[in-house]
């Protein structure tokens, strides 16, 4: 099945993400948020990141303006039901996940294919009440924050997948102009299988003075090239994010690895939830551009 419409759910930061990057590969698009409020920051958060690539070259005035022109708002689930994918990216709340593809698999044409961009739940208890033949077209596609940089889609399938849709889903990642990597539906899927275990490590790190934030930090970005420091990563995607989701880990595994540091938690109640909050390892209040270490230990 060739995907021409695509609907994303919540207008967030990955909802955003997704709505914009399938709107500038020139898919017709609707996003779904619960209030206009809502819907208007992200199409704020859109617009911005679209002024970013045009003021870089990266995209034309003209593709800017077809991007804008291919995304629609609405607050209705009704708008929905012609969609050919839809992506959800609400709230990572197993009950909400549910109530709502409940919803949408009466609403939506059979052949509609449900993706959830989760990070952490898993996509097989997520399916379980739409009806059997929804469940072969139930997959995870989760992306990566920025979306519209982040190369990545991890394609997650199920022991229900049928195998023609999880092809037509590899495919349309692509054309989505991201390199799509097959999964399956296993907690944390690839990346945050090893990606949480490191973040929670390098916070573990600081707890026990082994460095200071700014070292931790730059040991890993100038000793191993990655692009931001581990804790300056835990600030950017939000360690209530990084907190749940390695909660969520900790249950399905049981193993030490994935278990929340005591600092992360207590940062957590104290509100610091990173970049989103003003500050987290870093206080962002002042120049976000150049933030000053919080004195935590
Ligand atoms: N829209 C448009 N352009 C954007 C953008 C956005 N939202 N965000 C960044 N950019 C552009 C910048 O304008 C810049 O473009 P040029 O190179 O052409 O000038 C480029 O991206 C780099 O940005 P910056 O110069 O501001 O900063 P940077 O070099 O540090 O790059 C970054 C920023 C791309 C975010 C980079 O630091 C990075 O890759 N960080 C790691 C991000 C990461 O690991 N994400 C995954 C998190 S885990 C997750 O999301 C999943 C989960 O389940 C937890």
Same mark, same amino acid.
């Given at each position: 099945?060739?995907?021409?419409?695509?609907?994303?759910?919540?207008?967030?930061?990955?909802?955003?993400?997704?709505?914009?990057?399938?709107?500038?590969?020139?898919?017709?698009?609707?996003?779904?948020?619960?209030?206009?409020? *809502?819907?208007?920051?992200?199409?704020?958060?859109?617009?911005?990141?679209?002024?970013?690539?045009?003021?870089?070259? @990266?995209?034309?005035?003209?593709?800017?303006?077809? &991007?804008?022109?291919?995304?629609?708002?609405?607050?209705?689930?009704?708008?929905?039901?012609?969609?050919?994918?839809?992506?959800?990216?609400?709230?990572?709340?197993?009950?909400?996940?549910?109530?709502?593809?409940?919803?949408?698999?009466?609403?939506?044409?059979?052949?509609?294919?449900?993706?959830?961009?989760?990070?952490?739940?898993?996509?097989?208890?997520?399916?379980?009440? @739409?009806?059997?033949?929804?469940?072969?077209?139930?997959?995870?596609?989760?992306?990566?924050?920025?979306?519209?940089?982040?190369?990545?889609?991890?394609?997650?399938?199920?022991?229900?997948?049928?195998?023609?849709?999880?092809?037509?889903?590899?495919?349309?990642?692509?054309?989505?102009?991201?390199?799509?990597?097959? &999964?399956?539906?296993?907690?944390?899927?690839?990346?945050?299988?090893?990606?949480?275990?490191?973040?929670?490590?390098? !916070?573990? &790190?600081?707890?026990?003075?082994?460095?200071? !934030?700014?070292?931790?930090?730059?040991?890993?970005?100038?000793?191993?090239?990655?692009?931001?420091?581990?804790?300056?990563?835990?600030?950017?995607?939000? *360690?209530?994010?990084?907190?749940?989701?390695?909660?969520?880990?900790?249950?399905?595994?049981?193993?030490?690895?994935?278990?929340?540091?005591?600092?992360?938690?207590?940062?957590?109640?104290?509100?610091?939830?990173?970049?989103?909050?003003?500050?987290?390892?870093?206080?962002?209040?002042?120049?976000?551009?150049?933030?000053?270490?919080?004195?935590?230990?």
């Amino acid at each position: 099945m060739e995907v021409k419409k695509v609907g994303v759910l919540g207008c967030g930061l990955m909802g955003a993400g997704i709505a914009q990057t399938s709107a500038m590969a020139g898919f017709e698009t609707t996003v779904r948020e619960v209030s206009e409020e *809502l819907l208007q920051k992200g199409f704020a958060a859109i617009e911005k990141s679209l002024e970013r690539f045009a003021d870089k070259g @990266t995209i034309t005035a003209e593709q800017q303006k077809q &991007a804008r022109d291919r995304l629609f708002g609405t607050t209705s689930f009704d708008d929905l039901s012609d969609c050919d994918i839809i992506i959800e990216a609400i709230i990572e709340n197993l009950d909400e996940k549910q109530k709502t593809y409940r919803q949408l698999d009466s609403l939506c044409k059979p052949e509609t294919i449900f993706a959830s961009n989760t990070s952490s739940l898993s996509i097989t208890q997520m399916m379980s009440p @739409t009806s059997a033949e929804r469940q072969k077209r139930f997959i995870g596609m989760h992306f990566f924050n920025p979306v519209p940089i982040m190369k990545l889609v991890e394609v997650v399938r199920t022991i229900l997948t049928d195998a023609n849709v999880y092809e037509d889903a590899i495919s349309f990642a692509q054309k989505l102009g991201k390199v799509p990597v097959r &999964a399956g539906d296993k907690t944390g899927f690839i990346v945050n299988r090893l990606l949480v275990p490191y973040l929670l490590d390098s !916070i573990r &790190a600081l707890e026990e003075g082994v460095g200071s !934030i700014v070292d931790i930090d730059n040991a890993m970005k100038l000793g191993c090239g990655y692009p931001m420091g581990p804790l300056t990563l835990g600030d950017f995607v939000g *360690l209530d994010t990084t907190y749940y989701i390695a909660e969520i880990m900790f249950n399905e595994f049981r193993e030490k690895r994935f278990a929340p540091p005591t600092l992360l938690k207590r940062m957590v109640m104290a509100g610091l939830y990173g970049r989103k909050s003003g500050r987290g390892f870093y206080d962002y209040t002042k120049d976000a551009k150049d933030p000053t270490p919080m004195n935590l230990v």
